[in-house]
Nanobody, 125 residues
Framework: QVQLVESGGGSVQTGGSLRLSCAAS????????IAWFRQPPGQEREGLAA???????RTKDSVKDRFTVSRDSATNTLYLQMDSLKPEDTATYFC????????????????????WGQGTQVTVS
């Protein structure tokens, strides 16, 4: 059982930056693939970035020039650096973890993850 707690959300003006954190506990996070998702109001949850246990990292094309995912194995923390934020980035942001090996094409599907955090709200205006 892995527990995930997101933080770092808030309100920011267009063009600003935020750094989200996801603290993982209750397992050995280095044994899991972890990822960031977001869910805008009234829309489906979408995958943004994921890091496999071997360090392989994938970022969604639509945000890869603005969002950077990283993981600190020493502190079991996942980060999402978000720059040049736009109003359409407004959403609840979630981190997720999964213990199964899956093809990279599945990494951005919510059903590919076993554990989820409670989410942190990001509002860009």
């Amino acid at each position: 059982q892995v527990q995930l707690v997101e933080s770092g959300g808030g309100s920011v003006q267009t063009g600003g930056s935020l750094r989200l954190s996801c603290a993982a506990s209750g397992g050995t996070p280095s044994r899991y693939r972890i990822a960031w998702f977001r869910q805008p109001p009234g829309q489906e949850r979408e995958g943004l970035a994921a890091i496999e246990r071997d360090g392989d990292t994938r970022t969604k094309d639509s945000v890869k020039d603005r969002f950077t995912v990283s993981r600190d194995s020493a502190t079991n923390t996942l980060y999402l650096q978000m720059d040049s934020l736009k109003p359409e980035d407004t959403a609840t942001y979630f981190c997720a973890a999964d213990s199964y090996y899956r093809a990279p094409g599945l990494w951005f599907l919510p059903k590919s993850y076993l554990w989820w955090g409670q989410g942190t709200q990001v509002t860009v205006s």
